[in-house]
């Protein structure tokens, strides 16, 4: 079994920052790329930034120069900085990696539970 465990959402104000962090545990082979995902109410969940297992990245158009997306490749964490945010960023941020499980070698996708964000205006 595979788990993604996510942390650091909260309530900030217009302007303010979060840190995001998620924990891929478990019967793990490989961490192919990992990313974060939003999903606001009424609306599709969408990318907001992921890295490879190369360590390419990319944003959301919305979230370039303000977001950043990092990777601990030794501890299988991946966490994403973010900076002056806006209330249209609020949303649920869910984690999801490629993942290459040590039992069956199966590649497979992974998602977090998710964590709530919440900008005031």
């Known amino acids: 079994q595979v788990q993604l465990v996510e942390s650091g959402g909260g309530l900030v104000q217009t302007v303010g920052s979060l840190r995001l962090s998620c924990a891929a545990s478990?019967?793990?082979?490989?961490?192919?790329?990992m990313g974060w995902y939003r999903q606001a109410p009424g609306k599709q969940r969408e990318l907001v930034a992921r890295?490879?297992?190369?360590?390419?990245?990319n944003y959301a158009d919305s979230v370039k120069g303000r977001f950043t997306i990092s990777r601990d490749y030794a501890k299988n964490t991946v966490d994403l900085q973010m900076n002056s945010l806006k209330p249209e960023d609020t949303s649920v941020y869910y984690c999801?990696?490629?993942?290459?499980?040590?039992?069956?070698?199966?590649?497979?996708?992974?998602w977090g539970q998710g964590t709530q964000v919440t900008v005031s205006s």
């Open positions: 999801k990696a490629l993942i290459t499980t040590a039992q069956t070698m199966d590649v497979t996708l992974h």
């Open positions: 478990g019967s793990i082979f490989r961490i192919h790329a």
């Open positions: 890295i490879t297992s190369g360590a390419n990245t």
